[in-house]
C-alpha cells in the first residue's frame, strides 16, 4: 500500500515537499512515478524514477521546478515543488510498478500500486 502525503494550500512561488512511502513494500526495487489529476485535464504524468537505470523524467510544464528523488533508507519517494504555479493545483498520486521500461514510464496504466493522493492547491 502506498501513501502520498504532503499536499497542501500555498501562494505561488512557494514550494511543498510531497511524500510517497509504503508499507510491506520496498520502494527501491520499483520504478515509482508521480501523477496528478484535475477535473479539466485529467490525469496527467509529472515525474518518474526509473528502477532499472535510476534515471528521472519530468513532463515538460513542471522541468526545472520539480525534483524527484528517493530515500531508500526511509523507504520513501520525494517529489520536490518548486515555484509552483496556480496551474499546478491538483491531487498528486504516488505509483508504483516493478516493469516500467522507457516507452511506459509517463503512462497511469502501466503502474500497478497507487496511493490514495493528497490535494495541492496553488493560489494566485
Known amino acids: 500500500q502506498l501513501q502520498a502525503f504532503g499536499g497542501g494550500l500555498v501562494q505561488a512561488g512557494a514550494s511543498l515537499r510531497l511524500s510517497c512511502g509504503a508499507s510491506?513494500?520496498?520502494?527501491?526495487?520499483?520504478?515509482v512515478a508521480w501523477f496528478r489529476q484535475t477535473p479539466s485535464k485529467g490525469r496527467e504524468f509529472v515525474a518518474s524514477f526509473k528502477r532499472s537505470d535510476n534515471s528521472k523524467y519530468y513532463a515538460d510544464s513542471v522541468k526545472g521546478r520539480f525534483t524527484i528523488s528517493r530515500d531508500n533508507a526511509k523507504n520513501t519517494v520525494y517529489l520536490q515543488m518548486n515555484s509552483l504555479k496556480p496551474e499546478d493545483t491538483a491531487v498528486y498520486y504516488c505509483a508504483a510498478d516493478r516493469n516500467i521500461i522507457t516507452t511506459t514510464r509517463t503512462m497511469d496504466s502501466a503502474y500497478d500500486h497507487w496511493g490514495q493522493g493528497t490535494l495541492v492547491t496553488v493560489s494566485s
Open positions: 510491506g513494500r520496498t520502494l527501491s526495487t520499483y520504478s
